[in-house]
């Protein structure tokens, strides 16, 4: 009709056309009404199932424009919420086994939450096919069409359905109106006198049938109880006094319009229906407590009625409004529900509808392999990564300093991890080299309150108290590889090792070439000793030692050791280390270091057999072998030892070298010192297969 109309600009106000497509101004440009769109009302059942919490429901729709138009734009955004749905349609001209197919759908489902856009006519199929056989209680969910039809109250089952209903309203003066009927009006009107002859079971007029009784004027339509006189709920007929009253503004503004603040009437204007449709367009009023306006589209605000069938105390089911939906309001503000609320099976608490429970933080989702978007499973974050909220569908990795907490639903600072004096192994290694030093400094005493003792003569004093000196600055080096790294330590570390080592290995080197020329002395013509004495002595420990603190300066001035932090080792802890900064220059320290060790190692050897009573080569040898055995074994063992162990090995290393070359090298001379003095004599010395004193 509208099409035919709109020809002629003939203004249309619906009080119960709800299609969303008769929005669509290009088509209907003279189309008002005064119920909302079921676009209003999909959108509005989206928001009620997101609002309780359900995201995984069945669908109901009818097989026809009203469901499907109506099912298809719940759906959209039923989507846009993030509601998976399970749908079936039928239709009331359909045989009765697709009826049944679609009640045994809804039995099997796993969603616990139904959604009917239908209307009541196929509703009242589907539940009287539900009811021939027990099935597990759903929550119904629907809209206007059934949930607010008093006549579907009959199916117990639904008790707790909740739905949307138009707005309704008592009309002023309508009861009154209504039972304003007599006996004149009455007798004047077929209709009216068929429905007294109904409510009152008599006859109007002259002849009865048998067994029927004449009314005789004594009934009171005040005593009456029916749909008639019960204007308590009037919704559709509210939609009809708003559409009747919009149109009648149109007319008003049409007829009376305003000029210079005031308004004047003339009813013998000839009315132009182009001016009232004009006018239909901006009415705006209010009317017992509603407003009543058109939206570009001809749609008035989308208000509805919270509706929910609850049991009474007498028993019955009836519709109790329970909160209300207003489209114009800011998201998430549209509701106002009260907490007398009832879900199905009389409960009061929301029931659950989910394909699968929320992922809590810490956990992702992973969507079940041909399963809607709502069924997934929750996953535990990998190594490394976290998600601090509710159904995430990624996690987050950690900042390299942080690592995941037991829940991975937060990152915390990783613990800082380095050879402290506050560990046991620490503790033990500090002790090791400071009772090393302590053992050296003692053994130095010891020497000095027998250096007269031929035994120390015999053995190069000066050589041999400037070994122990740096034996005892080995042993304190190695304090500085414990502790917390910073750039001094880090640079002082390795090159405080590498040039107290290259001094002891400069005196033992001196001490062996003493050995080999003082034999040399001894044969006939020799005299050599003159050529390596003291001075000489010096000079070459000197120099052996510059190289080395040559090497070094030049390592730290070009690239020097720096602290740093080491993330790839353990992913849960940081390594605090001190980088080599130039590998070149710490391999060279080591090589020229190993270089001196083998040098005095060979020369060692060739005097180990030298016919001399205190004759050190054989303990030099000794000591050299133990010496180049720790070093060749760190090697792999630096290289392949993980965080601090890596400095642990590197303490041992220097700890296990010190402690063989002062056991070996001076060990057997204090036991003589301090338990074979009779060995202490020159005579000892004098008295040896005829060899020649030094």
Known sequence: MSRIIRTFNIPQVSYFSTCACLSDKMQYPNFFRTVPSDQFQADALAKLVKHFGWTWIGAVRSDSDYGNNGMASFLLTAQKEGICCECVSFHRTNPRSKIQRVADVIRRSTAHVIVAFIASAELRLLLEELSREASPPRQWVGTEDWVTNRDMLKYRFCAGAIGFGIEQSVIPGLRDFLLDLSATKVASSPVLTEFWEVVFNCRLGTFTATGERMCDGTEDMQTLQNPYTDTSQLRITNMVYKAVYALAHALHNTLCPDTNSSTHCDKYNKLSLEEVLNQLKKVKFNLNGYDVSFDANGDPVAKYELVNWQKSHRGSIEIVTVGHYDGSLPAGQEFQINTNLVFMEGVTKVPKSVCSDRCHPGTRKVLQKGKPICCY????????????????????????????????????????????????????????????????????????????????????SELSFL????????????????????????????????????????????????????????????????????????????????????????????????????????????????????????????????????????????????????????LITFSMLIFCAVWITFIPAYVSSPGKFTVAVEIFAILASSFGLIFCIFGPKCFIILFKPDKNTKKQVLNKNKSQPI
């Open 377 to 460: 499973d929750c996953v535990r974050c990998p190594d490394g990564e976290i998600s601090n909220s509710t159904d995430s569908l990624d996690c987050t990795p950690c900042l390299h300093e942080f690592r995941p907490n037991a829940e991975s639903n937060t990152c915390l600072p990783k613990p800082v991890e380095f050879l402290s004096y506050d560990e046991v192994l620490g503790i033990i290694l500090a002790a090791f080299s400071v009772g090393g030093a302590c053992l050296t400094i003692m053994t130095a005493v010891l020497f000095y309150q027998h250096r007269t003792s031929p035994i120390v003569k015999a053995n190069n």
């Open 467 to 618: 070994l122990l000196f740096s034996l005892t600055l080995c042993f304190l080096s190695s304090l500085t590889f414990i502790g917390a790294p910073n750039d001094w330590s880090c640079m002082l570390r390795h090159t405080a090792f590498a040039i107290t080592f290259v001094l002891c290995m400069s005196c033992i080197l001196g001490k062996t070439i003493v050995v080999l020329m003082a034999f040399k002395a001894t044969l006939p013509g020799r005299n050599v000793m003159k050529w390596f004495g003291p001075l000489q002595q010096r000079i070459t420990v000197a120099c052996i030692t510059f190289i080395q603190v040559l090497i070094c300066t030049i390592w730290l001035v070009v690239s020097p050791p720096f602290p740093i932090k080491n993330l790839t080792v353990y992913k849960k802890r940081i390594i605090l280390e001190c980088a080599l900064g130039s590998a070149v220059g710490f391999w060279g320290v080591l090589g020229y270091i190993g270089l001196l060790a083998v040098f005095c190692l060979v020369l060692a050897i060739l005097a180990r057999k030298l016919p001399d009573s205190f004759n050190e080569a054989k």
